[in-house]
């Protein structure tokens, strides 16, 4: 795979792109267009692409606020997962962040999605639980957690 990472101003196209194959229905978590759009035009946002070759193959979404950034979205496309791509996008996106003047790094899961592994495995500590927090389209609930890590 030849991966590769850009920081993409305008890109929200590309983003969808990749956002309408990777995140399950039932739980009702894609943005949409307008969404997405919207959060791009907000200072301090950041949006990184993974690349294979030319396909556009991951995401990550994130907002800096004076000195904390938010990761608001993280998505791999299905057929790329389980290569490290969100795990690169996820430390690219610290990274720049920290570049940025952030110096705590924040993101809200489902406390069921796989991904709370691999944000456990790169030092982010839970600090928050809430119950019930989420409805899916398959009318569940589910919790959210919320991480944070000092990048400094």
């Not at 193959?57 to 950034?69: H, P, Q, S, T």
């Not at 938010?70 to 997962?81: G, I, K, T």
């Not at 690169?88 to 993101?107: K, N, T």
């Amino acid at each position: 795979m030849g991966q590769n990472i850009a920081v993409v101003v305008g890109a929200g196209l590309i983003a969808m792109a990749v956002m309408v194959t990777s995140f399950d229905p039932a739980f009702g978590e894609a943005w949409n267009r307008a969404q997405c759009l919207g959060v791009l035009a907000m200072p301090g946002a950041i949006l990184l692409v993974a690349y294979d070759q030319d396909r556009p193959i991951g995401f990550a979404l994130v907002r800096l606020v004076v000195d904390e950034a938010e990761l608001m979205l993280l998505a791999v496309a299905p057929d790329a997962r389980g290569q490290g791509t969100g795990r690169a996008l996820l430390r690219e996106s610290m990274a720049r962040s920290a570049l940025r003047g952030a110096v705590r790094y924040f993101l809200e899961v489902r406390s069921d999605n796989p991904a709370v592994k691999l944000y456990c495995d790169e030092g982010l500590i839970c600090v928050g639980h809430r119950q019930n927090y989420y409805t899916g389209n398959d009318g569940k609930r589910r919790d959210a957690m919320t991480f944070r890590k000092l990048l400094i």
